[in-house]
């Protein structure tokens, strides 16, 4: 079964420091999709990233990076710069197909953030 | 795009109370699942639709539980004799597609079991 690690439970910063959120995956599968949404004090968990498993290239959207190493089953997240905006619960999930073959996501426990001013 | 609606956001009980919530996706997908999500932790599948079809139901789904989405629009999840182990917040998402196309979730229905 997919397994999901995020190690970090929480995490507080001062803005403007960068973080990075750590995400380890066990899977048997050989194609499969990584996420990461965030989840604010609203509750909605919003979509930040997919990746699948044949793109390791690192992707930078703003002050989000992802670092993606299948050699290590990571599939890291990095925000430059901090703000009290980012402060949330981000939840690193892992795709897998159910014994009757439809898709699901299987999340990690999260790790919440907050960013001090 | 008005997103994904669940009613109510919050729902108090009694123990041994049928509740049921409702889910309105994002107009035209034509998937949904049914996540449910406990303090400190991520989200768990529940179970899950395509158009009307239940499709897949996870084993955390006992059968005081029932899910339906007729006519593959809005869909409802009851709990029948509720227990304070039933406790938590309950997310509903949709999607178009395949190939894990990302899930749009609503703000969720919590519920608390007395």
């Known amino acids: 079964a997919q397994k999901v690690t995020q190690a970090q439970t929480e995490i507080s910063v001062v803005e403007k420091e960068d973080v990075t959120l750590d995400c380890v995956y066990e899977?048997?599968?050989?194609?499969?999709?990584l996420f990461w949404y965030k989840q604010p004090p609203s509750g909605e968990l919003v979509f930040l990233i997919r990746?699948?498993?044949?793109?390791?290239q690192n992707e930078i959207s703003g002050r989000y990076s992802w670092n993606f190493q299948k050699s290590t089953s990571s599939f890291n997240f990095t925000i430059t710069a901090s703000q009290v905006v980012d402060s949330a619960v981000y939840f690193c999930?892992?795709?897998?197909?159910?014994?009757?073959?439809?898709?699901?996501?299987?999340f990690g426990k999260g790790t919440k953030l907050t960013v001090n001013p | 795009d008005t997103g994904v609606s669940q009613n109510p956001r919050h729902k108090i009980t009694k123990r041994g109370q049928n509740v049921t919530f409702r889910c309105d996706p994002i107009?035209?997908?034509?998937?949904l699942y049914w996540y449910r999500q406990t303090l400190g932790q991520g989200p768990e599948f529940l179970t899950y639709?395509?158009?009307?079809?239940?499709?897949?139901k996870s084993r955390l789904l006992s059968d005081r539980f029932s899910a339906e989405r007729p006519k593959g629009s809005f869909s409802t999840l009851e709990i029948q004799r509720t227990e304070q182990g039933d406790s938590a917040m309950y997310l509903c998402?949709?999607?178009?597609?395949?190939?894990?196309?990302?899930?749009?979730f609503g703000n969720g229905t919590r519920l608390t079991v007395t």
């Open positions: 990746r699948n498993s044949f793109d390791e």
């Open positions: 999930a892992l795709s897998e197909i159910t014994q009757g073959g439809s898709e699901k996501l299987v």
């Open positions: 899977t048997r599968d050989t194609t499969y999709y």
């Open positions: 639709f395509q158009n009307e079809a239940q499709l897949e």
């Open positions: 998402a949709s999607t178009a597609g395949t190939g894990y196309s990302p899930l749009h």
């Open positions: 107009s035209e997908h034509n998937r």
